[in-house]
């Protein structure tokens, strides 16, 4: 099939890619002129694991541009997968939705359409999308559309990390549509990845247990509902884990165990349990913030999902707590953080644990070191409020020297560090594993006085 992707991020472009792999002609559409340069050149404009090499392989079927007029017409599928970021009063920021609604209006020819919401969007922007695109085609052609275009829901579940692996195996596929012809064009274009007849690429093996990929097929509003409802549960959960936490470090019980025990119970699940300083990314504070907002709108309180994102906020300040009560002064001290992306394997730093305890702990005067395997040029181009930290090559260069030092991203490669040389590097040898990542047994025979976010 024809199909052209809206936002080439970490959403669009790993649809379109993934998409191509499959062997449909895809046309991936961004207005920064620089991205696709990139892309045309074959590299990735972020650190996703594989997708430079999927992208390589599915070449041939992928074209770049950054006009609208060269990635419209003649698609049979649109997605748009633009960024929504948060706005005001918690509510998403549409503007980028609302300008690929129209430039689609705008460029659309006689094809049979089906627009593609894959952006988190509030529920109802399935039928404001499809005013906009018809009000944009009307003003450019001078009559309406008729019946050529149609808007689905097709919410995006992966996560940044690994983007390829949950796109490609996914653990349901949703798609939300009022018409039953919109939503059989969605069914043929995944049907690969549904029934998964693809072959595998050789560095993305198939898991061996997966089967068929279940399918939920519903109306748009569910899918919409759908979306915001797993990334509030999800984070609820890192939430609720964080506070048994609390409660864990004053009564003297061992958090891990603790989580290993509720989540053994095949109804709770041992994912999203781990107890530290919480979530960050791109999505869980700007869904759960637009949940509360939708459900404010209709009159409704969400107060679980507020304390989620309470509990969450406070995780951080826990962090200077904890610092606090082991240096007692702040000012003058010097703080490594071991980690800047939200999570490991992405260097997306967006709404990242890492950027709100660097600022706090400058607000108190502490000079901070920082390391990050591979977000470093992001921190230094996306943050020059944060030039007073000195962004270091290398873990041991963050350490040498420090007060303290906060595991904050819970890299591989931070859990295998020679600590004994770096203890003795330090000139008080404090770590604080805001992950609960490290082996605290080993640290601390490596001479480091070692502190648990919740232990
Ligand atoms: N990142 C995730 O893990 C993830 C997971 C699931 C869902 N989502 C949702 O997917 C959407 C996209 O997220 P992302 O992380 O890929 O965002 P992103 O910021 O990485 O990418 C958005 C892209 O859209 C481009 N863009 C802006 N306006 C455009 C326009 N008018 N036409 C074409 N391109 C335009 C931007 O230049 C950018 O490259 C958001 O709604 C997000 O909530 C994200």
């Given at each position: 099939m024809n199909v052209t992707i809206l936002g080439t991020g970490y959403v669009g472009l790993t649809t379109g890619v993934c998409l191509a792999f499959l062997g449909h002609k895809v046309t991936c559409a961004d207005p920064v002129a620089e991205k696709i340069a990139m892309l045309e050149g074959g590299a990735v404009p972020f650190h996703e694991p594989f997708l430079a090499d999927l992208l390589a392989e599915a070449r041939c079927n992928l074209k770049f541009t950054t006009e609208y007029a060269h990635a419209i017409?003649?698609?049979q599928v649109i997605f748009i997968a633009v960024g929504t970021p948060p706005g005001q009063?918690?509510?998403?920021?549409l503007k980028y939705l609302q300008a690929a609604a129209r430039g689609i209006g705008e460029h659309m020819d006689a094809t049979f359409t089906v627009v593609v919401?894959?952006?988190?969007?509030?529920?109802?922007s399935g039928n404001w999308v499809g005013a906009l695109v018809r009000d944009a085609f009307e003003k450019r052609n001078g009559r309406k559309p008729h019946t050529s275009f149609a808007v689905a829901s097709n919410p995006e579940f992966l996560r940044e990390g690994s983007a390829l692996h949950d796109s490609l195996y996914p653990d349901r596929v949703v798609i939300g549509a009022d018409e039953e012809q919109t939503a059989e064009v969605l069914y043929t274009l995944y049907r690969p990845i549904l029934d998964q007849t693809f072959q595998p690429p050789p560095f993305l093996p198939r898991p061996e247990e997966l089967g068929a990929v279940p399918l939920i097929s519903t109306d748009l509003a569910s899918a919409e509902l759908i979306k915001y409802a797993a990334n509030a549960f999800l984070a609820l959960k890192i939430s609720y884990i964080n506070e048994i936490g609390l409660l864990s470090e004053k009564v003297g019980a061992d958090i891990a165990q603790v989580a290993k025990g509720i989540g053994l119970d095949a109804r709770i699940g041992?994912?999203?349990l781990q107890a530290g300083i919480g979530w960050g990314g791109s999505c869980f504070g700007k869904d759960t913030a637009a949940l509360v907002a939708t459900a404010a709108e209709y009159g409704l309180e969400m107060p679980i999902v507020q304390s989620a994102r309470d509990v969450n906020r406070r995780q951080r300040e826990r962090v200077i707590e904890k610092l606090l009560g082991e240096?007692?002064?702040?000012?003058g001290r010097t703080i490594g953080l071991?980690?800047?992306?939200?999570?490991?394997?992405?260097?997306d730093l967006r709404e990242a644990p890492a950027i709100d305890i660097a600022r706090k702990l400058i607000e108190r005067g502490a000079r901070v070191k920082a390391h990050d395997p591979v977000a470093m040029d992001r921190f230094r181009r996306d943050h020059?409020?944060?030039?007073?930290v000195a962004c270091c090559d290398s873990p041991e260069q963050v350490i040498r020297d420090c007060d303290a030092v906060v595991l904050v991203t819970e890299w591989p490669?931070?859990?295998?560090?020679?600590w004994e040389p770096l203890a003795k590097s330090m000139r008080t040898a404090v770590m604080l594993d805001g992950r609960l990542a490290l082996d605290r047994s080993r640290l601390s025979r490596a001479g480091f006085r070692y502190l648990g976010l919740a232990c």
């Open positions: 017409p003649g698609a009063n918690g509510s998403p920021d919401n894959k952006s988190t969007v509030p529920i109802g041992t994912r999203f240096l007692r002064i702040l000012k071991l980690g800047l992306a939200f999570k490991p394997h992405t260097d020059p409020e944060l030039c007073d490669q931070y859990r295998e560090l020679d």
